[in-house]
């Protein structure tokens, strides 16, 4: 089993920035990839980004790209999402997620790990 725990999440005016972090605790060599997703209220959760665990390699849904940037540090088991020039549109609750396969996915279901979410508001 692997745990995660989301952080950083808060109230920012639009063009602000914010940094989320996403702790993963327990069976950790089974993950190879991690990502971002985010749910606003009466929506779907959409996919934002998503990272391999060991290679770094990374895939943002196209609000993300040019904005947003998911890093992870292996050295302390911590995905990050650094978030800038934030727009009302990206308020959500944010979730972190872990997966045991490597293949590129926008799809919810195929992540085997959640956490429980952080809020994220976007004042205009």
């Known amino acids: 089993q692997v745990q995660l725990v989301e952080s950083g999440g808060g109230l920012v005016q639009a063009g602000g920035s914010l940094r989320l972090s996403c702790a993963a605790s327990?069976?950790?060599?089974?993950?190879?990839?991690m990502g971002w997703f985010r749910q606003a209220p009466g929506k779907e959760r959409d996919f934002v980004a998503q990272i391999t665990w060991r290679g770094g390699i990374t895939y943002y849904a196209d609000p993300a790209k040019g904005r947003f940037t998911i890093i992870r540090d292996n050295a302390k088991n911590t995905m990050y999402l650094q978030m800038d020039r934030l727009k009302p549109e990206d308020t959500a609750v944010y979730y972190c997620?872990?997966?045991?396969?490597?293949?590129?996915?926008?799809?919810?279901?195929?992540?085997?790990?959640w956490g429980q979410g952080t809020q994220v508001t976007v004042s205009s």
């Open positions: 997620a872990a997966k045991r396969t490597l293949a590129r996915t926008t799809t919810a279901s195929e992540y085997n790990y």
């Open positions: 327990g069976s950790i060599f089974s993950i190879n990839a």
